[in-house]
């Protein structure tokens, strides 16, 4: 029974043996352990120069030239604004520019009428064809000024809804250039703090690779020590059974 237990635990302990000897070569070589530690440096080391060019990027659309343009922008914003309101149509002046015109149509056409060409009187014909296409023409005036004075309403309508859009565009202006300034100084400041962790991981790097390196090293020896251990103390045991009681623990 005794032989049985100690060949029990031999096996085992040289399982365990063989085990932990697998373990140790499956830890990263120093080598390894380098060229991962030298790729996250790349890394850093491109995203840091990333952060840099944005931070480069907000610092240049902080310049004071964009507060100046959007000073610029309101004004003529307003002087927009002010012209709209001054330059209104005059639709009575319209309405009688209308008038006159149908009448003087009117006329063209009574004198068409009342031409007379004999036959093969070529001016007189040409004439009259071109009194004709005159009122035309100036009844084709007449139907678009009637869609304007038809359109009166909606014409203010928008006209005012125009002015009321560039006043409050112009009110919002200095606010919405303030809140982008503010936004892009807390970018900024992020930026820089982005920036300044990383610098501390590029720093840090060569030490815990380093340190990992010395922890891999380490856990391999203690591994293939144990290993030895335990595999030397299960063949003695293997070995004890065959030699006799003598030898046994």
Known sequence: MRRSIFLIVAVLECAIAAVLIFLGRQLPSEADLAAGFGSAGRVTAHAEQQVKLLRRQVQELRRPELLQLAERLQSQTL?????????????????TMRNALAEIAQSLDVLARNIDAPAGDMRAA?????????????????????????????????????????????AALPILTEQLDLRLAEEEHALDELEASLKEVRTALPVYRRMAQHLTASGRLLAWLTAAVVGLHGCYLGASIGLGRRYSL
């Open 126 to 170: 040409e004439l009259r064809q071109t009194l004709r296409r005159s009122a035309a023409l100036l009844r084709t005036g007449v139907r678009q000024l009637d869609e304007v004075l038809k359109n009166r309403n909606g014409y203010e309508d928008a006209l005012r809804h125009s002015v009321l859009v560039a006043e409050t565009f112009a």
């Open 79 to 95: 002087n927009v604004t002010g012209n709209l309101k001054e330059q209104q149509l005059d639709f009575d002046g319209i309405h």
